[in-house]
C-alpha cells in the first residue's frame, strides 16, 4: 500500500487539517478536520500524485460515549493508480447534534444516495446535498435506527396490525434481549425494548 | 402430511341445499383450484426458490398455477415471497384490497410467514399482521418441493372450502420421528 | 378505409403537455421486487426519474451489531441472494483481513471454485430475466434449469440451494466432498453448453437488438463517477476488475480475461455478463486442476475455530473452546478494516470495526448495486417508459443487497 499518499496529504495540508494517519492491516488512514473535509476531497481527486477518482464507499459510524461522537468514512479508490485511501472526520455532540459536514456531491457524482443513506441511518446533515432526504427509510420514521440508543427491534408501523387468533405472535420468551446472550456483554447503551 | 388428506371416496350426500348445489360447489371447487391467477408479490431471496419452482424442474405449471397476473384485480392468488419490511406493508395491504373475492394469500417463507430473523426496527413480523393468510410455507428459503406442498394443500382446501389458516409441515417431520424412536424404547 | 387525419400536420394537432407523474412500483414485475419509480412523463418520453429504494431494507447492519461475528454470515447470504457465497467469501475475508489471518491453500481454491459458480448463476439469472421482461421467455427457461445444476452442487456440498452461510472466519462449515471435482467437471460443460444456446437466441435478435442496443448509454467517466464497478463499469469501456487490479485468495495464478464493452448501453451489459460466465468457467477448470485433495480447510487457530465435534462431547478444553468462540465471539482484535472483493455486481466492501470483543461493533456493506441504481435516474432521462425495463434489468439490482 502507498504510504506515501499519506505523505502527499501531510504535507499539502498539515498537521491542523489531517489530524492523524496510521497503516493498519493494510489500509490507509487519514482523519481530516470536518470544516477541511471537501477541500481534502478535491485534492485527493484532482492531484495527479492522487487521481482518486472513485468514492467507494461513503458511511457513517457512531462512537457513543465519546465527543465528537459521530464518525463519516469515505473509502476511496484510484482506478490508474491503484492505490485506495480511508478518510475519516468526526462530527456531532453527545446528543448527535450539530452533525454537520460538507456534502462531497460536487466531487463525486455517486455520493449522492451514499449521503442520503448516511443521513438516514445517523441524522448526519450534509452541506450542499441537492436532495438530502431519507432513501432506506420511510419519512413517517422518527430517529435514526444504526445510532447505537435506538433500540434494535423497536418498530415504528405505518398500518394497524389486525388483531385475531389467526395472526401468529412471537413464542415466549423472545422479547428483545431475550434469549441466549451471544457476544452480547458490550450493549449497555442499548435501552432494548421487547 | 398432518392437514393435506387426499378424497378416497366420493360420498354424494344430500346437502341442506340438495343435491345439485353440493355437485354444484364440488365442480366451483375443482375449477378453482386448477385455474388460480397467481400475483406474485415479489420482494427478497424466496423469489430464487420462486423462480426454480416455475422452472421445468419443479414445473408449477401442471398444477394449474402457472398464470401469474401482474395485476391484482385479474388474480386471485397472493402469493408473498420474502420479506415484507414495514415500510411495504402498507402497499401489500392495498395490493390485497384490490383484489376480487375469493381470494387467497399464500406467505412464501419464513419471512414472509413470520418476519423471519429479521427481528428489528425494519421489518414486519409475518404479513398475517396486515392481510389474513390461508397457507404458510416456512423455510429460508423453503425447497421448491415444500412450496409444491403448500399449493397442493391449498388446493385441497379450496375444494373443500375450508378457511381456516394452514402451515406446510415437512415431508419427513423430525419431531415424529423422534417421538418414535421414544415410544419403541419405551416399549 | 383511410385515416381521417391524413392530410392534417402533426405540428397544428392540439396535444396536453403538462407532465404527468407515473409511479412505477414497488410491486411491480419489472422492478424486480421492491423499487418505485416515480416518473414525470412527457408522453412517453421520461424528463425526471425518481428512482425510491428502500422497499426491502431489513436492517442487516443494525442486526450484526447484535450477536458475534460468525453470527453475520446468514445475514450477508441473504444481502446478494443470487450469488450468496460471494458474499459469504467477501465477508470472511474482510474479518480475516482486520485479525491477520491467512487460510489454508486448499481453502482458497475451495471458495474461489464456489464463488465462482455463485458468480455464473448470479449472471444466468439476471440475463435471464433481462430477457424475459423484453418477452424472451424461452432463454429464462434453459438459463434456470442451468442454474438449477448448480444449485445440485451447491446442495451437495453446504447442505442448501440459495443461503448456504458456509463460510466460517478462518476457513469453511465444512470440507468439500469426496466427489466434488467430478460433480462440476460432469455438471459445467451443461451450463456453458445452455448458456451458448440461449445466448444464439438473443445475441443477433432483430428485437432484442433495438431494445437494447444505444438504449441508456453510459460513459467511461459517469460511471466512475457515480462509483459504478463491476460489469456495468466494463461494459462502458474501463477495464476494472478487482480479481485483477488488487488480487486476493488465489485469483493472481489464473489465466482469464476481462470483458470490456464498449458503449455501456444495455446490449454491452447483457454482453458483458455473458463473457464473463464464460471467463467464470475457465477459472474454474483451471482451480480444480490447481486444488490440492488433501490439506486442511480450516486454519488451526484454536481461538476462532470450532474443534473436531467428537474433541468437544469428550475433552474438556474442547468444549471450553466450544462455548467461548459460540457464546462469546471470535476475539477480532480491535481496530477497522475494508475487505473488497469482486462481487458478481462489482465491487462488495465491508468495513468493519471491531472493539476487540466478539460481538461487531459496526459492520457496513457496501453494496455493488446501490451505486448502479444510484445513477438509474441519469440513464433513463431522456428514454422511453418502456427502455426503462431493459435498463434496470441489465444493472442487476438485487433488492437484498441494495437496500440491506
Known sequence: MSKKLLDILMDRFGASVILDTHSHVGDDTAIVAPAQWRDVALFLRDDPRCKMNMLADLCGVDHIGQTPR??????????????????????????????VVASL?????????????????????????????????????????????????????LVPYREGEDVLDKLEPF????????GRKHLDYVKEES | MGEMTKPATHVIEAGPNGFATTKFNDLLGWARKYSLFQYPFVTACCAMEFMSVMSPRFDLARFGAEAPRFTPRQSDLLWV?????????????????????????????????????????????????????????????????????????????????????????PRNDPAAALTQLRTARNG | MEPLDLEVDESSLELPSDPMQLLMGPSHPAMHGTVRIVLDLSGETILKADVQIGYLHRGFEKSCERGTWNQVFPYVDRCNYSSPMLNNVG????????????????????????????????????????????????????????????????????????????????????????????????????????NAEGVSLLQNNRIFM?????????????????????????????????????PYLVYDRFDFDVPVGTKGDNYDRFMVRVEEIAQSARIVEQALEQMPDDGPINISD???????????????????????????????????????????????????????????????????????????????????????????????????????
Open chain 1, 70 to 99: 459521530l464518525e463519516v468514512v469515505a473509502h476511496l479508490n484510484s482506478l490508474e493508480l491503484g492505490h485506495r485511501l480511508r478518510i475519516k472526520t468526526r462530527i456531532g455532540d453527545e446528543d448527535c447534534s450539530n452533525a
Open chain 3, 210 to 246: 433495438d431494445r437494447t442496443m444505444g438504449v441508456s448509454p453510459i460513459s467511461a467517466e459517469d460511471a466512475v463517477a457515480l462509483g459504478w464497478t463491476g460489469p456495468c463499469l466494463r461494459s462502458a469501456g474501463v477495464a476494472y476488475d478487482i480479481r485483477k487490479a488488487h
Open chain 2, 81 to 169: 415471497v420474502g420479506t415484507v419490511s414495514q415500510r411495504q406493508a402498507p402497499i401489500l395491504k392495498r395490493v390485497f384490497e384490490q383484489m376480487c373475492d375469493p381470494k387467497w394469500v399464500i406467505a412464501f417463507g419464513t419471512c414472509a410467514s413470520s418476519g423471519g430473523f429479521y427481528d428489528n426496527y425494519a421489518t414486519l413480523a409475518g404479513i398475517d399482521k396486515v392481510v389474513p393468510v390461508d397457507i404458510y410455507i416456512p423455510g429460508c428459503p423453503p425447497r421448491p418441493e415444500g412450496v409444491m406442498d403448500g399449493l397442493l394443500l391449498l388446493q385441497d382446501k379450496i375444494q373443500k372450502g375450508d378457511r381456516t389458516p394452514r402451515i406446510v409441515k
Open chain 3, 91 to 194: 465477508y470472511a475475508l474482510a474479518v480475516e483481513k482486520l485479525c491477520g489471518l491467512q487460510v489454508p491453500e486448499r481453502c482458497q481454491y475451495y471458495r474461489v471454485i464456489m464463488g465462482e459458480l455463485a458468480r455464473i448463476a448470479d449472471h444466468l439469472v439476471c440475463n435471464a430475466a433481462m430477457g424475459m421482461e423484453l418477452g424472451a421467455f424461452t432463454p429464462f427457461l434453459w438459463w434456470c434449469r442451468a442454474r438449477e445444476m448448480i444449485y445440485d452442487i451447491f446442495e451437495e456440498e453446504t447442505g442448501a440451494r440459495v443461503t448456504h452461510s458456509f463460510a466460517r472466519v478462518g476457513g469453511m462449515a465444512h470440507p468439500p466432498t469426496p466427489h466434488f471435482k467430478a460433480a462440476i467437471r460432469a455438471a459445467l460443460p451443461h451450463v456453458l453448453a445452455a
Open chain 1, 105 to 157: 456531491v460536487p466531487v463525486w457524482s455517486g455520493a449522492d444516495w451514499f449521503e442520503r443513506e448516511t443521513f438516514d441511518m445517523f441524522g448526519i446533515r450534509f452541506e450542499g446535498h441537492p436532495d438530502l432526504r431519507r432513501i432506506l427509510l420511510y419519512e413517517e420514521f422518527v430517529g435514526h435506527p444504526l445510532r447505537k440508543d435506538y433500540p434494535a427491534a423497536k418498530t415504528q408501523p
Open chain 1, 175 to 182: 422479547g428483545a434481549d431475550e434469549g441466549m446472550s451471544f
Open chain 3, 302 to 404: 484454536p481461538r476462532f475455530v470450532f474443534p473436531e465435534k467428537s474433541e468437544v462431547y469428550t475433552t474438556i478444553e474442547s468444549t471450553i473452546r466450544h462455548f467461548k468462540i459460540v457464546m462469546e465471539g471470535i476475539p477480532v482484535p480491535k481496530g477497522e478494516a475494508y475487505g473488497y472483493t469482486e462481487a458478481a455486481n462489482g465491487e462488495l466492501g465491508f468495513y468493519i470495526v471491531s472493539d476487540g470483543s466478539g460481538t461487531p461493533y459496526r459492520v457496513r456493506i457496501r453494496p455493488p448495486s446501490f451505486a448502479l441504481v444510484g445513477g438509474l435516474s441519469k440513464l433513463v432521462t431522456g428514454q422511453m417508459i418502456p427502455d426503462i425495463i431493459p435498463t434496470f434489468g441489465s444493472l442487476n439490482m438485487i433488492g437484498g443487497e441494495c437496500d440491506h
